[in-house]
């Protein structure tokens, strides 16, 4: 069984599990590497672990310090972030689809 057999089956757990275990990872790889592939999803294993990582200890970071309240009030905040981000999103492709429209009314007739 290759590397990426052994992700694929979660012989082994990937990096966006807690259960993920480093040496395990690279032991896994280094028994069962059988082709670029397989380096290929080892090597994207490492750099999701180490941006992970990072987010995870800075989101710890800020939640130590916050109450309930206050850790609900960031989880809020942040949903109102992405929700007025993919309004805008909607709305420029919209602007864009009725010139596009425009354009090919000017064109047909």
Not at 49 to 75: A, G
Not at 80 to 89: P, Q, S, T, V, Y
């Amino acid at each position: 069984m290759s590397f990426l057999e052994h992700v694929r089956s979660q012989n082994v757990s990937s990096p966006v599990h807690r259960s993920f275990d480093l040496n395990k990872w690279k032991n896994a790889y280094k028994d069962n590497r059988q082709n670029s592939d397989c380096d290929n999803i080892y090597l994207s294993g490492l750099i999701f672990d180490n941006i992970l990582t990072s987010l995870r200890s800075k989101y710890e970071e800020c939640i130590r310090w916050s109450d309930r309240s206050t850790h609900i009030r960031y989880l809020i905040g942040i949903a109102n972030r992405d929700d007025l981000i993919i309004k805008k999103e909607l709305e420029n492709n919209k602007e864009s689809i009725k010139i596009q429209e425009k354009e090919k009314k000017t064109i047909l007739y």
